[in-house]
């Protein structure tokens, strides 16, 4: 009895406006996530070791084995003074266990009101119980209800901690504990052996969650790390492109820069910004489930004194580009925090004001250097992939046609000697025409699977070629795109030029042994169909000439786009008409109407020819317009 007699003399007493409760606390945060950020920050900064989120019935649980706090010793009266701030300067800006303090507005401990109405604060530090129901009304004079020391109860705590119970929750955590992993994690990265987090869920496992950046590392073809304490991140990405590792995988020291800036007590000062962390390029957007997670796979988040303050910049210093959803990253920016320097962060901690000097500082940086850096990596990695896959259809096209030459050799010699063996049979070889047919007919008939290759071997193959030079690029990039635009994949397409890998010649493949493949080694009678970009810089261009000779060998059909100025002749078929393209010294093209008629009429027809459906003429002639200038 007496403990209950000295509880109930405890007065909790919120220092704030109750009509701000009512206001404030349901809407501060919008995600319970966030929430559960600020209980976790709130933890570490009680220099707790372990942190437990516990799913109850009708009930979210966040138990930590921190210091505590005593209502005799101040610790609790301390903890209802909202908004004052928690830490001004150096002094007050380090735990005891000599961690930064992550608080700082005094307003993070109304985060639970977001959640539940009411929300049952209890503590214990020094064998000293207290508790209350802090609540978005409370009573007279900001009295709370107490809680009485037989009523209160925790799971994980035992001589000192806090355990934050939101009631009634009007947010809930996901069925699944890798979910509520996932989400924690993406918001709150500080988790080692000296601090824990706990998931306790409705099947009461305990489950430890794992340092974020381990998890994503393992996810990267690249990754670039800023500072000692990021390096070891390169181990944990792996890649198969051992000669391009330094390319691909890059540890830098910090970014700095000096800014000149006014602290709190309007001096002007110098202030050294650092930003550390690491950005990286997933290998795939395969298999990333969006539905386990509240927060997008790709981002770049902003932490000061190890606590989020800004989820995702990466709208802000990106292009909304297609490569940039294999973007993520976490960088760290201490003087965010700095106490001596005026607070920056918004008031739920959800992202920062956007024209403090620091903060522009680390966009500019971002947008200018780091993503363009990351981004060059994952293009990088992109084309080395497609080359590698390319030999490999290369190789397996030349086992297609070996095997199909092979066979081919075999038919000849079987069905010639069936044939031989039959017309042996009489010794004057007195057959008639129709007998000799029906010998030839069964011979064929009898070896014709031996044929059954050759349509993987013409689906193989490449089937258009662009015969140019580098500095006609230009225009037979022009040639490409428009291919495209009438419906010819880029993949079945050869040019050596191209932006494109998918359509360039395999790494470390000779060119003309590439080419010979598709020219003259193959069984197949599916030829390549070459546009020829011709001009004046084809005479000194022997790849160029050398293709031109191929095709008039193998008898491959072609078509001439012609830089104006230049003349083309045999063994190119100069008798048919050519298109005519003018192209001045800086590369710019244009054409008369009746050449960009013949252009778009030229590719049309190679897409026809090729089995694709074009788009009509004047859809074609309005984009060509669109391109280049058409003149008189």
Not at 216 to 238: E, M, P
Not at 568 to 578: E, F, N, R
Request: contains cysteine; charged residues 30%.
């Amino acid at each position: 009895m007496e403990n209950i007699f000295l509880s109930m003399e405890k007065e909790y007493k919120i220092e704030i406006d109750a009509r701000i409760l009512e206001l404030l606390g349901p809407n501060l945060y919008t995600n319970i996530y966030y929430v559960l950020a600020e209980l976790i920050a709130n933890a570490y900064d009680a220099d707790a070791h372990n942190v437990y989120i516990i799913s109850e019935e009708k009930a979210i649980r966040v138990e930590d084995d921190g210091k505590g706090m005593s209502y005799k010793e101040g610790g609790i009266s301390k903890y209802l003074g909202v908004a004052k701030l928690s830490r001004t300067g150096d002094k007050d800006s380090v735990t005891a266990l000599g961690r930064k303090k992550m608080g700082r507005k005094g307003i993070g401990k109304l985060a639970a009101l977001s959640v539940s109405e009411n929300v049952d604060i209890m503590t214990v530090a020094n064998g000293e119980k207290s508790g209350f129901v802090l609540s978005r009304h409370p009573g007279q004079g900001g009295v709370l209800v107490p809680i009485n020391d037989d009523a209160i109860s925790f799971q994980k705590v035992y001589d000192h901690g806090t355990a934050i119970v939101m009631r009634n929750p009007e947010y809930s955590l996901h069925k699944t504990t890798d979910a509520i992993k996932r989400n924690i994690v993406n918001i709150f990265p500080l988790i080692d052996a000296d601090f824990r987090i706990h998931i306790i869920n409705e099947d009461k496992k305990d489950v430890v969650i794992e340092r974020l950046d381990d998890v994503f590392a393992k996810s990267l073809c690249s990754i670039i790390t800023l500072g000692d304490d990021y390096k070891y991140l390169t181990t944990k990405v792996k890649t198969k492109f051992l000669d391009k590792r330094d390319r691909l995988i890059e540890d830098r020291n910090a970014y700095s820069k000096v800014l000149r800036m006014k602290n709190n007590k309007g001096e002007e000062k110098d202030y050294t910004l650092t930003v550390k962390g690491w950005i990286g390029a997933y290998e795939t957007t395969k298999g990333r489930k969006k539905d386990s997670s509240d927060f997008p796979d790709n981002f770049i988040s902003l932490y000061a004194n190890k606590k989020m303050g800004e989820f995702n910049i990466l709208p802000k210093v990106g292009k909304n580009a297609l490569n940039e959803s294999y973007v993520v990253g976490q960088l760290y920016v201490d003087l965010f925090e700095l106490s001596e320097l005026p607070d920056m962060a918004l008031s739920n901690r959800q992202g920062y004001k956007s024209d403090d000097l620091r903060y522009e500082t680390v966009i500019e940086y971002v947008r200018k250097f780091l993503l363009p850096e990351i981004l060059n990596k994952r293009v990088l990695f992109t084309s080395l992939k497609n080359a590698n896959e390319k030999k490999k259809q290369l190789a397996d096209q030349k086992k297609l046609e070996d095997k199909l030459k092979r066979n081919v050799d075999n038919f000849k010699k079987k069905a010639g000697a069936s044939i031989s063996s039959k017309l042996n049979l009489k010794k004057n070889n007195n057959w008639s025409s129709e007998e000799v047919e029906s010998f030839v007919d069964e011979a064929i008939n009898e070896n014709i699977p031996n044929f059954g290759l050759k349509s993987k071997v013409d689906k193989a193959k490449k089937k258009i070629l662009i015969s140019q030079t580098g500095k006609d690029k230009n225009l037979s990039d022009l040639v490409y795109n428009f291919l495209l635009y009438n419906g010819i994949p880029a993949k079945e397409i050869i040019y050596s030029n191209c932006d494109e890998q998918v359509s360039r010649i395999p790494l470390d493949v000779p060119i003309f042994d590439y080419l010979r493949d598709f020219f003259v080694n193959s069984y197949s009678d599916q030829k390549i169909y070459v546009i020829f970009v011709t001009s004046k810089n084809i005479v000194s261009s022997f790849g160029t000439m050398a293709e031109i000779g191929a095709a008039w060998i193998t008898k491959s059909d072609h078509s001439i786009i012609n830089v104006s100025g230049f003349t083309p002749q045999k063994p190119l078929d100069d008798s048919v008409t050519w298109q005519t393209t003018i192209m001045d010294e800086d590369g710019n093209i244009s054409m008369t109407k009746l050449n960009a008629d013949l252009f778009c009429a030229k590719v049309e027809y190679v897409s026809t020819k090729l089995g694709y459906i074009p788009k009509d003429r004047k859809t074609n002639m309005l984009r060509l317009s669109t391109t280049i200038s058409i003149v008189k």
